[in-house]
């Protein structure tokens, strides 16, 4: 492995020092990206049933927001509880940006990595074909340990930044689809906690069994008896 790296020369810094930051940034999006810590069993249904029962406290929103990202945009629903539903809309959206900024966050670096790691290897490659030709015009072709050192360096670059950017491009990929799913899920989950807050509420007088209810129908009752002792 050594004489592999050795074999590449100076353009092999940058392509492993590309490497590492890819494979850091991998893991952390593995990590970072776990379902548990974004979207969570549970945690809307229990944020929905806060904001029917109506007794939210600032510990129930710590509690939600400190959860989750999910958490974070319902916290902030359940903090605007009480304005106009556009201003609730336009907090919880605010907030969602917020959390889909954070989750992000690292795939710009990855997506560059997947970019720069061919055209590294192939910047590589034309370091390496110049040492040839300078090697030929210096020495002609007689030397072929020199020429061999020149062309293993042009190849040994190409393969290092291609085995990099491959990779890089998988996960650059598989993680943006996983983030465009927790956000449609997220925003299907906001959508609801609004649709619930905002929703009116039920009259008292609709509500059957209620005395409001047995009045009405008491009153109904004796206007029909009334209009029956007309009609006799």
Do not use: C, W
């Not at 999910?70 to 809309?89: C, D, F, N, W, Y």
């Amino acid at each position: 492995m050594q004489d592999f790296i050795l074999a590449g020369g100076i353009m092999m810094i940058p392509l492993i020092l590309s490497s590492i930051i890819a494979m850091v940034v991998i893991l952390n999006l593995f990590l970072t990206l776990k379902k548990s810590k974004v979207l969570p069993d549970g945690v809307a249904e229990t944020a929905r049933k806060l904001a029917v029962s109506g007794k939210v406290t600032p510990a129930h929103i710590k509690q939600i927001r400190d959860g989750s990202l999910l958490g974070r945009v319902l916290a902030t629903g359940l903090e605007s509880i009480g304005q106009p539903r556009h201003v609730m809309k336009e907090n919880i959206e605010e907030s969602g940006r917020h959390v889909i900024h954070s989750m992000d966050k690292y795939m710009t670096t990855l997506g560059t990595i997947a970019a720069i790691a061919p055209l590294l290897g192939l910047l590589g490659t034309v370091v390496g074909m110049i040492s040839v030709f300078s090697v030929i015009t210096a020495q002609g072709v007689g030397s072929p340990t020199e020429l061999a050192g020149g062309i293993s360096q042009a190849l040994v670059t190409t393969a290092f930044g291609i085995s990099i950017a491959v990779p890089a491009l998988i996960f650059h990929r598989y993680f943006r689809g996983k983030i465009n799913d927790y956000a449609v899920e997220m925003e299907k989950e906001a959508i609801k906690l609004l649709s619930t807050v905002s929703a009116p509420a039920r009259r008292v007088t609709d509500v059957p069994n209620s005395k409001a209810h047995q009045q009405r129908k008491a009153a109904m009752a004796a206007a029909q008896i009334r209009n029956k002792g007309r009609v006799a």
